[in-house]
């Protein structure tokens, strides 16, 4: 008898990879988040397959009310789905060869004990714009390009069915996902 694979999980990033935000304080949040076309049926179909978290680089108060946004206008609430919601608190940071800092996130934190209960490190992707934030954890990173505004973007209308195709495979680390744009395309 063989055992049914877990629930894979999909970790998202926020800032140009769903979103685009800038200040703004004529915005009741002083705020205002352009949302990447697509949003909101990206997430409805990326859910049928995956449960959802997010990690993200900015402050805890940028992403609530990013989340809130984008419920507001897609009507998924990936905030109260989500199974963990880290901001840049849960970061490592990196000086560059210029001396700049810049933040990591360490897939080895999908190690924690609760989070391997639930999710084999097998069985978690990460989709992020950067993959700098990646670089101790590639096998999970699904790229995508960056987004700050342009309405023509079609890339959560692809990346949605692709991540899809995905979610059977035994050991997601295994899968090469680098110019999944161009397999994607060819479908």
């Known amino acids: 008898?063989?055992?049914?694979?877990?629930r894979p999980l999909?970790?998202?990033?926020?800032?140009?990879?769903?979103w685009h935000g800038v200040p703004d304080q004529t915005a009741p949040s002083g705020v205002r988040f352009g949302l990447r076309p697509?949003?909101?049926q990206f997430l409805q179909t990326v859910s049928q397959g995956y449960d959802l978290a997010v990690w993200t680089a900015a402050s805890e108060?940028?992403?609530?009310?990013?989340?809130?946004?984008?419920?507001?206008?897609?009507?998924?609430?990936?905030?109260?789905?989500a199974v963990f919601l880290w901001a840049r608190d849960r970061c490592a940071w990196?000086?560059?060869?210029?001396?700049?800092?810049?933040p990591r996130k360490p897939a080895r934190k999908f190690r924690a004990g609760w989070l391997r209960?639930?999710?084999?490190?097998?069985?978690?992707?990460?989709v992020d714009d950067l993959a700098s934030t990646y670089a101790c954890g590639y096998g999970h990173l699904v790229?995508?390009?960056?987004?700050?505004?342009?309405?023509?973007d079609t890339e959560l209308l692809r990346l949605g069915p692709y991540l899809l195709t995905l979610a059977a495979q035994?050991?997601?680390?295994?899968?090469?996902?680098?110019?999944w744009q161009a397999r994607s395309a060819a479908d």
């Open 38 to 40: 697509f949003l909101g």
């Open 117 to 126: 209960a639930r999710y084999p490190r097998s069985r978690i992707l990460a």
């Open 10 to 18: 999909l970790v998202l990033d926020l800032d140009e990879t769903l």
């Open 61 to 81: 108060d940028w992403m609530l009310c990013g989340l809130d946004a984008a419920q507001q206008a897609t009507g998924f609430d990936l905030r109260g789905q």
């Open 143 to 152: 790229k995508v390009t960056s987004w700050t505004g342009a309405q023509d």
């Open 94 to 102: 990196r000086r560059s060869e210029t001396g700049e800092l810049h």
């Open 170 to 179: 035994p050991d997601l680390c295994q899968v090469e996902k680098r110019g």
């Open 1 to 6: 008898m063989t055992v049914p694979l877990p």
